[in-house]
């Protein structure tokens, strides 16, 4: 029997198109570049780099606090659907995953995570009239808390009927954190040709590429519910939790182990490794295994291995470049904490670009524009 060729299906098609969210962000970061200066009436002072980078750092005096806020996105619809086919819910993950939005982003710049906020916006009060969904939302919310080692400071839970459609929930978490010592500041001063790219392996898709994936269940005879690997199906693969990269991050400095520049890979995919101003080449020799849930969605929607790489994480949800003579440590130190690593690659002196060379792959400087 003649298999019917695959539509392809790209990030725009499934409502999502950076084209014009970006230049939105980058004007953002203009406009809030010129409010740094309030901090001096205060005796304090941003510390200039940090902009456009994944967190805020500001510097206090005897140490930087860092923050950033972060919203978990459409995961909580395939939540949703799966619950009403299987009956039982994934909000435990889904609690994870939120917090792990903002947890993973903070860390990028060296800090120390400390104290996260709630934010749980839903349709209406009859959503968590749910207890079994609702207390699972707070049991991970709280266990994702205590496997980061933050204190969850409190949070805000309206009901806005008519802003967010019945029956559903937004969800976002604000995290602060220190950077204490102040040469713990990862924020690519650092960085340069001969350090290596540590990939730390994720769990999944976390939660980038929703949009992409929950589009693309609706092409699939049996939705969800789509047997993608034996005993492991579309939607319960979806919901596989974020991996939380603190222990790892800690781990590293209390190892005396200094990332030089770190890169949490979300939307954008394996773009991010572009996200330092600095022209360098970044040249990938090694590519970890693509989980099974990950393989599915690039060759349903049709994707090559450019627009795979370039829109979902493809097996590394977190990057760490660090001194070639610590890269094989940073690989010990994550196994240790339970997150598989390898040593992919290296920075090196040219024009900025991203070379994956085991898939020949290249993405220029202006493939990510986020500044």
Known sequence: ?????????????????????????????????????????????????????????????PFYVASIVECLGSKALVADEMQRLTGRSDYAGIAQDTIAMAVNDLITVGATPLVVQAYWAAGGSEWFADTERAQALVAGWKAACDHCRVAWGGGETPALAGIVEAGRIDLAASCTGLVNPKERLSLGERLEPGDAIVLLASSGIHANGLSLARKLAERLPQGYLTEIAPGLGYGQALLAPTTLYSPVTEALWARDIRVHYAANITGHGWRKLLRHPKPLAYRIHTVPPVPPVLRFIAEQAGHDAAEAYGTLNMGAGFALFVAAADAERTVAVARECGVEAWVAGAVEAGDKRLVIEPLGVEYGGASLALR
């Open 1 to 61: 029997m003649t298999q019917s060729p695959i539509t392809p299906l790209s990030y725009e098609q499934a409502g999502v198109q950076y084209d014009l969210i970006d230049p939105l962000k980058v004007a953002a970061q203009r406009a809030a570049a010129a409010t740094g200066e309030h901090l001096a009436a205060r005796g304090f002072a941003e510390v200039a780099a940090s902009r456009g980078e994944s967190a805020y750092v500001v510097d206090v005096g």
